[in-house]
């Protein structure tokens, strides 16, 4: 049984949409994740063959006004996959 709840959603940017020219696709995951349960998810998914997983991880930003801090932009991790020649995934 593949836990699929890894995968949070589709991370869709100009740049993202743009890779999916050479067969890389974007997701936004669990901090948790590693590369070979994104791997099993997104085989699960959307039933593509997966060739390779990178993972990004975006740490916490603090926000400043006028000196102090006022609050926090939280942090997120991607999973950049690339695919099999030929398959696709409808993200939309």
């Known amino acids: 049984m593949v836990n699929t709840s ?4 589709p991370w869709i940017t100009e740049k993202a949409t743009a890779g999916a020219l050479a067969n890389q696709y974007v997701f936004l995951v669990h901090r948790d994740a590693a590369k070979p349960e994104v791997k099993k998810a997104i085989h699960a998914l959307y039933k593509v063959d997966v060739i390779a997983v990178n993972m990004v991880n975006r740490p916490e930003k603090h926000k400043r ?16 996959v690339t695919i099999k020649d030929g398959q696709k995934i409808d993200v939309n």
Do not use: M, P, T
């Open 65 to 80: 006004f006028g000196g102090n801090r006022k609050g926090v932009q939280e942090g997120y991790r991607k999973a950049i």
């Open 6 to 9: 890894i995968i949070k959603k």
